[in-house]
């Protein structure tokens, strides 16, 4: 296999960032020698994140083997998804907000027709549902749930009704109550002048939250995963951990 040398679109702090996670992580475990240093092993996993480039690739580059990329990654990803919030702590996070936005986005993944749980009618193909508060993510759901559902599940809206947070949400939110605020339903030409006004208002507001999956999909393995559903929890976690601690 050919190599070539490559870049990542992100800062030299995010990498300090890992490596010092990595290193805390050998310490506790007492680990004396490694393939790579905690440096590489930050670089490999954050090519993973950020890139999405395989094991196979990451493999050839590094210069080790695919079964320890595998173990070097999953340790990675498990260090930073242990440093993800809580909703508790998004709630306490959110409370001293004026509103957040409540979304959800769909991470495509590779299934097959017989996955039912996990095929989104609405968008046609296999994925996982990840709820968005602002910028705190809670865990995905097979695809097939829907927003309102899975926030249910999540306890979501509970959580902010008995926080009194005021919450902007799309029409797939309807019927959720509390202080969760969604747009006028029915065709933009029949709604009246003031109705109109609001549900374009509604839409400005929303723009953040389509923003913070925009950000969320910027880490290209997100775009499409091929790894286990019972792994996309965790790498949306360690996503999260990244860009909050860079974003500090």
């Known amino acids: 296999m050919l190599v070539y040398p490559s870049g990542i679109d992100l800062s030299n702090s995010t990498l300090r960032y890992l490596s010092d996670l990595l290193r805390a992580r050998r310490r506790e475990l007492g680990t004396r020698w490694r393939r790579l240093t905690a440096g590489r092993q930050a670089l490999l996993a954050l090519a ?50 004026a509103f957040v936005i409540l979304d959800g986005t769909l991470l495509h993944i590779d299934r097959i027709a017989a996955d039912r749980p996990y ?28 927003d309102i559902k ?25 019927g959720a109550r509390g202080t969760i605020r969604v747009p006028y339903r029915g065709r933009w030409s029949t709604l009246p002048a003031g109705k109109r006004a609001v549900n374009s208002s509604h839409a400005r507001i929303r723009a953040v939250g389509e923003q913070a999956n925009a950000t969320l999909k910027s880490w290209r393995l997100l775009r499409k995963l091929r790894c286990s559903t019972t792994r996309i929890t965790d790498i949306v976690k360690a996503v999260l951990a990244l860009h909050h601690a860079t974003a500090a």
């Open 119 to 146: 095929y989104s009618g609405k968008h046609k193909c296999h994925g996982m549902n990840v709820q968005v508060i602002a910028d705190a993510f809670s865990p995905a759901l097979p695809g097939a749930v829907h």
């Open 150 to 174: 899975a926030a249910r599940t999540h306890g979501i809206i509970e959580a902010l009704t008995q926080a009194g947070i005021r919450t902007w949400a799309d029409k797939r939110y309807q």
């Open 48 to 97: 993973h994140l950020r890139c999405g480039h395989t094991y196979t690739q990451l493999a050839a580059g590094f210069g080790i083997g695919l079964a320890t990329v595998y173990r070097y990654i999953a340790e990675a990803v498990e260090v930073l998804a242990a440093l993800a919030p809580t909703l508790q702590q998004a709630m306490t996070v959110a409370a001293n907000k």
